[in-house]
């Protein structure tokens, strides 16, 4: 097999575990839509990636369309990147279990997730398999490099890992992906807990969490009472002064500049809120409207969802059929 010719792919999941966040956005969302056109991008929504909690079926669903719909509202997809539902694409699962039957017990059982939570009762099988249905989500697309920041990293090295035993055992299938370390790009924190990321799985009445979907007046208000410091001087200090340089590095990251030469220009904290606020808006706004546009109209909506998942299906087909014929499942 010749692997030189494998173009070089940008591939990314979001799992629905939540409304997405200004840190989804600016974290991931809008670097992937920056990257389009440089690259060949696959960017899906990881709905089985959910289910390996308890969840409620009905939210489910509705996350993983509006999720779906704010990649498409935030600009990807069309003629520029792949946008897809990972259940829309049997093959997922199917490679899955094929590295299912690759993997060893005693390294899965070694996976973080796992060991911090499988030991509860009722605890789903599928909390100790989805490093193979990642590892699959992965291999498919024949990526290259995988950037990952520091918690993803020990999936990637499973990734490889099966790869390698794959090919060895098997003859060679896969491209082994090498494990590069994301760019630096912004860490949105909570509003109300500075220390902490903004996170799409805290509740969804989180007053810290500035979701992709607030309308202007919710934006406004959670950050109005964002935490701040008493001294009341605006200054870049990540250190000393964490909830005061988040809004500075969210109003840094949305009008491209850099956080600390920003900082001189507001006088007190409440101008510096209302100018966050606004570009916040700015940024939301529009991308909002469109998803609720799509949601509007769920027909044109699955009509592009299936339009992706074709064209990934058709890319991930080559792999899945290598993969089989390897294993001998004819
Ligand atoms: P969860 O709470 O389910 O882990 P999350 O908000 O942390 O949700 P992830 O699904 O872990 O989101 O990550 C999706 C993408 O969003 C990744 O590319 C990640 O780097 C990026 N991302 C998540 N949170 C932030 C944040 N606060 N700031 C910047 N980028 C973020
Ligand atoms: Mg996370």
């Known amino acids: 097999m010749n692997t030189a010719a494998t173009r070089e792919r940008d591939l990314s ?188 799985s805290a509740p969804d009445d989180a007053a810290g969490v500035l979701r992709m979907l607030d309308s202007p007046d919710v934006i406004a208000s959670k950050i109005r009472r964002a935490v701040t410091d008493s001294d009341g001087e605006v200054r870049y200090d990540p250190e000393t002064k964490p909830g005061v340089s988040n809004l500075l590095e969210i109003r840094a990251a949305l009008v491209g500049s850099d956080p600390a030469g920003l900082a001189p220009r507001f006088r007190g904290y409440g101008p510096l809120k209302a100018s966050v606020t606004d570009a916040v808006i700015a940024e939301l706004g529009p991308i909002r409207r469109r998803h609720d546009e799509l949601m509007a109209d769920p027909a044109e909506l699955v009509r592009l969802l299936d339009a992706g998942a074709e064209r990934a299906h058709s890319a991930a087909a080559t792999v899945l059929t290598r993969a089989r014929k390897a294993m001998g499942v004819a």
């Not at 807990?193 to 903004?198: L, V």
């Open 13 to 200: 999941g979001i799992t629905p575990s939540g409304h997405l966040t200004l840190g989804n956005h600016l974290g991931a969302l809008r670097r992937f839509v920056q990257r389009q056109g440089r690259r060949e991008g696959f960017y899906f929504i990881a709905d089985l990636h959910a289910l390996t909690m308890p969840h409620d079926p009905v939210r489910h669903r509705l996350l993983t369309l509006s999720t779906g719909a704010l990649f498409l509202a935030a600009g990807l997809g069309a003629d520029r990147s792949v946008v897809f539902v990972q259940s829309h694409v049997p093959a997922h699962v199917e490679m899955a279990y094929l590295l299912e039957c690759t993997a060893h017990v005693g390294e899965l059982s070694r996976m973080i997730q796992f060991k911090e939570k499988g030991g509860r009762p009722g605890t789903r099988a599928s909390l100790f398999t989805y490093p193979c249905l990642m590892a699959a989500d992965i291999l498919l697309y024949e990526a290259r490099s995988v950037p990952v920041g520091g918690d993803q990293s020990q999936h990637v090295e499973l990734t490889r890992d099966l790869a390698e035993r794959f090919n060895v055992t098997y003859g060679e299938t896969f491209v082994v992906p090498e494990l590069v370390p994301a760019a630096l790009a912004a860490r949105v924190a909570d509003l109300q807990h500075p220390a902490r990321k903004m996170s799409k």
